[in-house]
């Protein structure tokens, strides 16, 4: 027990040095993993436990935002397959040459060690990928959802890799788990009464734990049980909410997991070529990605955002060569060397994302001559029409605006969205909303604001970059309207006035003035007379005076 508190404490220390140089704490985890086997440390029960059940609730989490609309798209589930195919069919061979040409390690392995080794490096990072699309705010943008969707198909492969490796075949008793689906409605039911706090908590970590358990007593893998029960109640209103609050949880269980990995593969030297040339072969899996996201009439910064974002290797990896390496199919050795890979894989993702919006700037030019001339919906030019005011950002604060422009102003507003989903509610509630992503820089060469008719544009998206990045381009393309944001902090007002911002709405500040000013005018009369003076007390005031 205290070896296990040491180790975590060793790993958040080193978790905290890799984010302060920018990178994930996953990779400082695995670092943590392998200083601790080189000192002779072997992974605990409790290590082992809460790899486990990182693995299970990283699963479920996937099942809950799980959207099968989105997987029907040819730009996710035939990029997702025909990647995955193309990655290995290029990689196996190419692998067995270098083994036969008796690179250390690769020349040990034979056609079926190889192929498992090439599909286990054709997955991308989950883990990794949700986690800079939160932190840039783009988890609704058309690359992030696309991203997301080729990264569902990836770990669907994944899981019934995981699902038939230990050659289980499944109980009769295993069809009685059909009757999960038409007790959705009760499922769903318990889930509203949980309420919001701890006990919302709690019935994600029973149902997807206990979940588990059942589908592996009917000898069906855990994992496998995990995302099914996520998918079940995915469209549930509060699947979003309670993937919220799994998050935490989640990522700290993976700690173990990652820990394990490091405990249990020991890193040599001569390991070196053979990652080295296992790094390489990234910049194919990115520029795969790329290609065949262009092939399916997507935008070239779409392109390359998306394979950006994708252009890793995965956690699923280590599971997949954990379960080889358990199979006896791959040595341990190999175990340490996907997981030194993963993590220079990941060092490199996020130097790279970091700096997806400006690497595109610098190569537009020439990627968008890669564009195909026929380009899917949602990236064809954007045309507002005869609106006169637009509005950026359609969450809450930017829905009220574009109410109170309609209803109290009598302006027409459009309203720019990158989120489909939200567009479409607003559609359906009769708002005039386009789907497009204001830090896009194609976006404003796509959006016509010559004809002079857009006189106001309003910025709401939450992050002050967002709208910093908008009111430039909207400067650059020519506008001479008037441009207003909102801001959260003192010091966002500078910035966006500095950026050509006219009129900056300070969130907090504002909310108490117009919080009393609608109370005082909603009471009417009956709020004057609670705060004027009686007439005895105005006497006294003027006695005192």
């Known amino acids: 027990m205290i070896d296990t508190i040491s180790w975590l ?36 029960p409790m290590v082992n436990t809460l790899s486990d059940l990182g693995v299970t609730l990283l699963l479920f989490s996937i099942g809950l935002k799980l959207k099968l609309k989105s997987l029907a798209e040819p730009q996710v589930w035939g990029v997702a397959s025909l990647h995955m195919l193309a990655f290995i069919g290029v990689l196996v061979p190419a692998l067995l040459t270098f083994g036969a040409l008796g690179l250390p390690y690769l020349d040990a392995l034979g056609h079926r060690n190889t192929l498992i080794l090439a599909f286990a490096l054709s997955f991308s990072s989950t883990v990794f990928a949700v986690k800079v699309l939160e932190e840039k705010g783009e988890m609704g943008s058309l690359y992030g959802t696309i991203a997301i ?24 008793w295993s069809l009685l788990l059909f009757a999960l689906i038409p007790l959705r409605g009760v499922i769903g039911r318990v889930l509203d009464r949980a309420g919001h706090g701890e006990l919302l908590l709690l019935f994600g970590i029973t149902f997807a734990l206990g979940g588990a358990q059942l589908f592996e007593a009917l ?18 209103a509060k699947s979003g909410e309670l993937a919220k609050s799994l998050l935490g949880l989640k990522d700290l269980f993976l700690v173990g997991f990652f820990l394990s990995i490091g405990l249990t593969a020991v890193p040599s030297a001569d390991m070196a070529p053979t990652v080295l040339l296992l790094v390489l072969f990234l910049v194919l899996k990115g520029f795969l990605f790329e290609q065949l996201l262009l092939a399916f009439r997507l935008r070239a910064r779409t392109a390359l955002l998306g394979s950006l974002s994708l252009a890793s290797y995965s956690e699923f990896g280590l599971i997949v060569a954990a379960i080889a390496e358990k199979s006896g199919w791959l040595s341990s050795d190999w175990l340490a060397i996907v997981a030194i890979t993963v993590g220079v894989s990941l060092v490199i993702a996020a130097l790279l994302n970091a700096r ?8 537009s030019d020439r990627l968008r001559r890669q564009e195909r001339r026929v380009r899917l919906p949602v990236e064809r030019e954007i045309d507002p029409a005869d609106a006169n005011a637009m509005i950026i950002g359609m969450g809450r604060v930017g829905t009220g605006a574009y109410d109170t422009l309609t209803l109290d102003k009598g302006l027409k507003p459009v309203g720019i969205d990158a989120d489909p989903d939200a567009v479409a509610r607003h559609s359906a509630h009769g708002r005039n909303v386009v789907q497009g992503s204001a830090t896009d820089a194609d976006f404003w060469h796509r959006l016509h604001l010559d004809d002079g008719h857009i006189k106001l ?6 992050q002050v970059s967002e709208n910093v990045f908008a009111a430039e381009h909207l400067i650059k393309e020519g506008f001479a309207g008037t441009i207003g944001a909102i801001a959260k902090f003192p010091d966002d007002e500078a910035i966006l006035r500095a950026a050509g911002v006219s009129q900056v709405f300070n969130l907090y500040a504002e909310a108490g003035a117009g919080f009393a000013q609608h109370v005082c005018t909603g009471r009417g009369r009956e709020v004057e007379d609670r705060l004027s003076p009686t007439p005895g007390a105005a006497a006294g005031v003027e006695d005192a005076r």
């Open 356 to 363: 997806a919006h400006n690497l595109y700037e610098l190569f």
């Open 457 to 462: 544009v309003l910025l709401a998206m939450p």
């Open 9 to 44: 404490a060793l790993a958040f220390g080193a978790g905290l040095a890799a984010r302060q140089i920018g990178l994930p704490p996953l990779v400082g985890y695995l670092v943590a993993g392998f200083t601790l086997h080189a000192f002779g440390a072997e992974a605990t």
């Open 219 to 236: 000898h069906i893998k855990g994992d496998l049980g995990a995302l099914l029960l996520g998918i079940l109640i995915a469209p549930h």
């Open 149 to 172: 969707g080729i990264l569902i198909v990836q770990d669907l492969a994944a899981v019934l890799f995981l699902a038939f490796s230990l050659g289980k075949v499944p109980m009769l």
